[in-house]
């Protein structure tokens, strides 16, 4: 069983960063894709954010490219993610998610955090 505690939400400015950790435990960490994923009020939760197990490949979605950045910590067993140039529309409940790479970017991960809220003020 693999637990993800997600932690670095809180309230942020327009145009502040912020960077969210996902610490994994209950498997060998390069073994997992790692990802994130958000859910605003009313929406429903969608992908952000994907590295590989050994962080050669990335992927991220086209709403956030330019401005997040995904990478992990092995020796940490952590995934960041690295926000800058934030808005009110990135305001949502970010969640950790890790599986194999396909499962993930297609947003099924089968293990999850418990998510973090994210608030971007105007």
């Known amino acids: 069983q693999v637990r993800l505690i997600e932690s670095g939400g809180g309230l942020v400015q327009a145009g502040g960063s912020l960077r969210l950790s996902c610490a994994a435990s209950g498997r060998t960490f390069t073994s997992l894709t790692m990802g994130w994923f958000r859910q605003a009020p009313g929406k429903e939760r969608e992908f952000v954010a994907a590295?590989?197990?050994?962080?050669?490949?990335?992927l991220l979605a086209h709403s956030v490219k330019g401005r997040f950045t995904i990478s992990r910590d092995n020796a940490k067993n952590t995934v960041y993610l690295q926000r800058n140039s934030l808005n009110p529309e990135d305001t949502a409940v970010y969640y950790c998610?890790?599986?194999?790479?396909?499962?993930?970017?297609?947003?099924?991960?089968?293990?999850w955090g418990q998510g973090t809220q994210v608030t971007v003020s105007s």
């Open positions: 998610g890790a599986d194999d790479w396909n499962r993930l970017v297609a947003a099924m991960p089968d293990y």
């Open positions: 590295i590989s197990g050994i962080g050669g490949s990335t």
